[in-house]
Antibody, heavy 118, light 110 residues
Framework: QVQLVQSGSELKKPGASVKISCKAS????????INWVRQAPGQGLEWMGW????????TYAQGFTGRFVFSVDTSVSTAYLQINSLKAEDTAVYYC???????????WGQGSLVTVSS | QSALTQPPSASGSPGQSVTISCTGT?????????VSWYQQHPGKAPKVMIY???KRPSGVPDRFSGSKSGNTASLTVSGLQAEDEADYYC??????????FGGGTKLTVL
C-alpha cells in the first residue's frame, strides 16, 4: 500500500544539524508534493511547508525560513528535511505527508522524533 | 498566519453525536472549500477523515461528516464509538500556497 517511511529518532546537541528522511513507496513519487508538519511535545500540528517533488522547489511557512531545508532525491523516492543550528525548541516530532489532493494530506509518515539537548 | 480556533475539548457518550468547530477568517476557512480534518490517536500519525469540507476518503466511516458556514467549519461524529476517542485537527488553505492547522480538540468518549 502507499506509505511514507521516515528515519528514526535523533538526539542532537544545540547548534548541530539533523537530516530526516521520508521514503515513499507504492506510488509515483514525482506526482505528489510532500509537506512537512511539526508537533512539539504535547502540542498541536504546525505546518512547515512543502516541496514540489517534480521540480524540487520548496515553500516554507513563516517561522521555518533560514534554518530549515527541504530536498528530494527522486532516484530513491525520498524527501528530506534538514534542520541547521538546532535549538532546544526544535525538539518535536516531524511528519512528512503526501499531498493527495489540494491542501489535504494522505498518507503521513510515522513521524521522526528530534530531541535537542546538551 | 494564525492557527485556526478549535475548542480544546469535546465529549459525548457512546452512540451520541458530537460536533467540533473550527473557526478561521475569510482568508482561510471562509475563502475556499479546502478544509480538511485529521484524527490523531496518542503516539500515532494523523489520519485524514474529511477533505474539501465534506468529502470522506475511502475507508472512513460515514459516521464522520463535515460542513462549513462562513468562516467556521465543523466536524460531526455520529454514533460515537470508543475508538473515536482521539485528538482532531482541522486545517485550511490560507492563500499563497500556505496551509494552517487548528489548535486541536481532544475528543473524549464518556
Amino acid at each position: 500500500q502507499v506509505q511514507l517511511v521516515q528515519s528514526g529518532s535523533e538526539l542532537k546537541k544545540p547548534g548541530a544539524s539533523v537530516k530526516i528522511s521520508c521514503k515513499a513507496s507504492e506510488y509515483t513519487f514525482r506526482n505528489y508534493a510532500i509537506n512537512w508538519v511539526r508537533q512539539a511535545p504535547g502540542q498541536g500540528l504546525e505546518w512547515m511547508g512543502w516541496i514540489n517533488t517534480h521540480t524540487g522547489d520548496a515553500t516554507y511557512a513563516q517561522g521555518f525560513t533560514g534554518r530549515f531545508v527541504f530536498s528530494v532525491d527522486t532516484s530513491v523516492s525520498t524527501a528530506y528535511l534538514q534542520i541547521n543550528s538546532l535549538k532546544a525548541e526544535d525538539t518535536a516530532v516531524y511528519y512528512c505527508a503526501r499531498e493527495k489532493g489540494a491542501y489535504w494530506f494522505d498518507p503521513w509518515g510515522q513521524g521522526s522524533l528530534v530531541t535537542v539537548s546538551s | 498566519q494564525s492557527a485556526l480556533t478549535q475548542p480544546p475539548s469535546a465529549s459525548g457518550s457512546p452512540g451520541q453525536s458530537v460536533t467540533i468547530s473550527c473557526t478561521g477568517t475569510s482568508s482561510d476557512v471562509g475563502g475556499d472549500n479546502y478544509v480538511s480534518w485529521y484524527q490523531q490517536h496518542p503516539g500515532k500519525a494523523p489520519k485524514v477523515m474529511i477533505y474539501e469540507v465534506s468529502k470522506r476518503p475511502s475507508g472512513v466511516p460515514d459516521r464522520f461528516s463535515g460542513s462549513k458556514s462562513g468562516n467556521t467549519a465543523s466536524l460531526t461524529v455520529s454514533g460515537l464509538q470508543a475508538e473515536d476517542e482521539a485528538d482532531y485537527y482541522c486545517s485550511s488553505y490560507a492563500g499563497g500556497s500556505n496551509v494552517v492547522f487548528g489548535g486541536g480538540t481532544k475528543l473524549t468518549v464518556l
